[in-house]
């Protein structure tokens, strides 16, 4: 794979902050007394899932060396600073991605070991609910990675529409399909992407649509000519116009 290539899949993350940056913010749960030991039972069944997840590593295959990649809680607070690549509307729509539309039903953040060098990102599951170019299939869940964490406490350049992401929403993705030339190369450690999820994005910005409480979020700077719009139904009506333009 080319640096090009893999700048795209992997997206526009600055990697120095990443690796330098430091968790400053811990989950604490509170402590609950007086309960009888029935109750004080149903509250450690009830606490034990989410935290045996957050320790739970990701089986790879012999296709990555040197790397580890486990669910985490705990995202330092970190800026990044980058520049994407100026796209046309018509040049965005070229590229070989994948284009559905799905419901998020799950954000996972993992951290990325590269044989001590840590990296943030977050998985999203989403189900499928139509297909607009690609080969992916309807009610099928698909796993996305992301740039980088999702936290409502994080501020990330150029991640603006997959920091909003959030379980249940319904949004236009438009990811690259991971295959086996899609490696992440770090401090002579090799993550085969395949290996933790169907697809990725080329950046945070501009390869989703979503559906909010608040009105669509997408990046309207990259695509002037629907910049107005208030509904994922008119963005439904220009993805698919413009696939047609530019086959």
Known sequence: MTNEKLYEVIGNI?????????????????????????????????????????????SLTDASSGVTVKYTEDIPNFYSFGKLVALSEEELFAKDTEIFKGTIVSIDNIVLDFNGIEQYRAIAKITIENVYRGSAQINKTVSVLLPGPVNEDLKMEDTETVSAMREGMTGIFMPITYDETSVWQINDSTLALKDIADYGFSDGSRYAFLETDNGVVFAKSAYPSIADVTTLAEIEEYVIRMIKSTN
């Open 14 to 58: 600055n990697e120095t902050h990443v690796a330098n940056a430091k968790a400053q913010k811990k989950h604490t749960h509170n402590a609950w007394t007086k309960w009888g030991a029935i109750a004080a039972c149903l509250v450690l069944t009830l606490v034990a899932v989410p935290m045996i997840k957050t320790q739970e590593k990701i």
